[in-house]
């Protein structure tokens, strides 16, 4: 390449020397024959000094027309140069006056802005004229300063190009000054950078908006509710924040796939949207967790209000996949400026408010209060302790006989989960089984109490009692994709004979896809096993189902026993309910039972089974062994 450059170089040197040449010859050709002329007709000697004049002349003549040839070739290469790169360059180039002239405009002026270059010519200041309406005001700041000799500029701007279309361009200015300093024009490149812009764009979106629901996530939450704190610090104003948790999402994508679950997901995003336009900013907080925004709702009972009209939102029935499918939420609710003034802090409390609402069964939406990050820290601490004690087999089987009415015989058992701390002692189910359900570690605690109960029939086969044992499922554990072949594997390496095991399954396992539920629980009885349905009565479609369900047990809620000598209301229902059960023949366990006049009144309604504080308490496997052996009761 300095070869080729050194080439060129002594090629236009020598070029020169050849033009410089040629004018000293005319120049020389010119004086001499005017010389010649003089000497022939004017003077009559010839004196060798007469040509020092005109050969001076010849020399100075020739070098300033061989230099302004010169001058003149390297402007017109200079201009077919600046032509070359600049009518050819992609980029829309221009020099205009300072009066608004154009002194220049490259032919891609048409590809960028849709006008031809005489339109530039025949129009001055027109990029004026075709800067969008948003960007006019930068546009004007923009002109003023490079018109007065400002530093060059680089901006993005849009423009409307003559078909009437937007597009974004990169708009790189400077002043043009001439040799005295004076500024002369301006020049410009303009660049089309609307396919970057799209791009920069989503990727902005993809930054800021759930990928599956399109909502803003949680990110631009945050940035929403901190614009909105530092707006409404100096003023009155208020604003509540709604954090809406669904309730057993889980169990919808263990039972139908995440594919469904996503498809409800986004079918709700679409109703919060509908709801809140206009009234609330919705963002989905991550998995099945949504937050909605509302300004100028400060009093606790309005937000209320509005949450439980998010709540009926939610109630409302989907159909998807041909599905008709219910489901419901917990709200928890924090409001500006008294729960928090930033957004980690209102968010964090309206969490820790949905949670308090979801703990409680008489309202599915809780105002957030400060006791409850003493509740979350409790929270966290206990789940933490409880994976110790699950690990270092802390969480025990005890036993509540299930009793005959009729003589007070122990005809089975329930199973029911107690923790055995070292520090505490035995910590009550009600501390724990709810952080178990809320965190999944009632799958671990599931599968730890089928196996100590069938340990547990394996001892009692052994010193001849065959007991017959009731075992709790959750309907997390119901869901589970593996669930049957646990239970397969438990039952083989403990040996035990299946037609002592009982599980006891509450109707929302139920729910969530009936056909499903069938198929487990025939797969549950060709092993061998009992089914009970656990709290009946309590749900929302306990009759319609159990004409579909292979179940041999109905375990009536305590409520029925509590109130039934008060209530003449639960007495027609257990009525009913034995009435049906008869025609059924399904077996009945009433749950409860604490006085004598009770379980009178419940022998009288044609109950026989029952458990409760008036016969026995859970107790220790020892202690079941002890009572059943005194009383030498033939199970």
Not at 310 to 323: A, T
Not at 559 to 572: E, K, T, Y
């Amino acid at each position: 390449m300095l070869v080729d450059n050194d080439v060129t170089q002594s090629r236009d040197k020598g070029s020169e020397l050849q033009i410089y040449l040629k004018y000293f010859i005319f120049a020389a050709l010119a004086i001499g024959i005017v010389v010649f002329i003089q000497l022939g007709f004017i003077l009559k000697t010839f004196k060798p000094y007469y040509l020092i004049v005109p050969v001076i002349l010849a020399l100075a003549l020739g070098f300033l027309f061989g230099h302004v040839s010169i001058l003149r070739n390297r402007l017109a290469h200079k201009n077919q140069l600046f032509l070359a790169v600049a009518d050819f360059a992609q980029e829309f180039t221009y020099y205009r006056l300072l009066d608004g002239r154009y002194e220049y405009a490259s032919p891609s002026c048409f590809d960028l802005t849709g006008y031809t270059c005489d339109e530039f010519y025949q129009s001055p200041n027109l990029m004026d004229k075709l800067i969008h309406p948003d960007d006019v005001e930068v546009w004007g700041k923009h002109i003023h300063k490079i018109n007065n000799a400002g530093q060059p500029d680089n901006l993005d701007l849009r423009l409307i190009t003559k078909d009437g279309k937007t597009i974004w361009f990169s708009h790189i200015c400077g002043s043009v000054f001439s040799a005295d300093g004076k500024q002369v024009g301006v020049r410009s490149t303009n660049i089309n950078i609307t396919d970057r812009k799209k791009t920069e764009q989503r990727i902005e979106h993809m930054a800021y908006y759930d990928s599956l629901t399109d909502l803003p996530n949680r990110g631009s939450l945050s940035k929403h509710v901190d614009e909105l704190t530092k707006s409404h610090a100096a003023g009155n104003e208020r604003f509540a924040l709604l954090f809406l948790d669904l309730d057993r999402f889980k169990n919808i994508n263990d039972s139908f796939h995440h594919e469904f679950g996503d498809h409800l997901l986004v079918e709700l995003a679409q109703r919060l949207k509908r709801c809140c336009k206009g009234r609330g900013f919705v963002a989905r907080f991550g998995g099945d967790e949504f937050v909605v925004v509302v300004e100028n709702l400060g009093d606790p009972a309005a937000a209320i209000s509005y949450a439980q009209e998010l709540v009926e939102l939610v109630e409302q029935p989907f159909v998807i996949s041909n599905k008709e499918l219910y489901i419901s939420g917990g709200i928890g609710i924090s409001l500006f400026p008294y729960d928090g003034q930033d957004s980690a802090t209102l968010i964090r409390n309206a969490d820790a408010a949905m949670y308090r609402a979801k703990k409680e069964t008489h309202s599915c939406i809780s105002l957030y209060s400060k006791d409850l990050i003493e509740d979350a820290t409790a929270f966290i601490t206990t789940e933490s302790r409880i994976r110790q004690g699950l690990s270092n087999g802390e969480f025990i089987p005890y036993f509540q006989p299930k009793v005959s009415m009729k003589d007070g015989s122990i005809i089975g058992v329930e199973a029911l989960a107690r923790w055995q701390t070292q520090d505490r002692g035995m910590v009550p189910p009600d501390e724990f089984i709810y952080i178990m359900e809320e965190t999944g570690l009632i799958l671990p605690l599931g599968s730890s109490m089928l196996e100590a109960v069938c340990k547990q029939i394996g001892k009692w086969s052994k010193q001849g009692l065959s007991i017959p044992v009731a075992v709790n499922i959750s309907s997390k554990q119901f869901a589970h994709p593996r669930f049957i072949n646990v239970v397969k594997q438990v039952i083989e390496e403990y040996n035990v004979n299946p037609n002592l095991i009982e599980f006891e399954i509450t109707e929302q396992a139920f729910l969530e896809d009936l056909t499903s539920a069938v198929d487990m629980l025939l797969q549950l009885k060709e092993l061998g096993l009992s089914i009970a349905v656990d709290d009946f009565g309590t749900g929302y479609s306990s009759l319609s189902y159990l004409k579909h369900l292979p179940v041999d047990t109905l375990k009536i809620d305590r409520s029925f026993a509590a109130d039934i000598l008060n209530d003449s209301r639960d007495v027609a229902i257990l009525k009913a309910i034995m009435s049906l059960c008869n025609d059924l023949e399904l077996k009945t366990v009433v749950e409860g039972v604490e006085t004598q006049e009770q379980a009178k009144l419940l022998l009288q309604l044609g109950c026989t089974v029952a458990q409760g504080f008036l016969y026995y308490e859970a107790i220790s496997a020892e202690e079941l062994t002890e009572i059943i052996s005194r009383k030498n009761i033939d199970t």
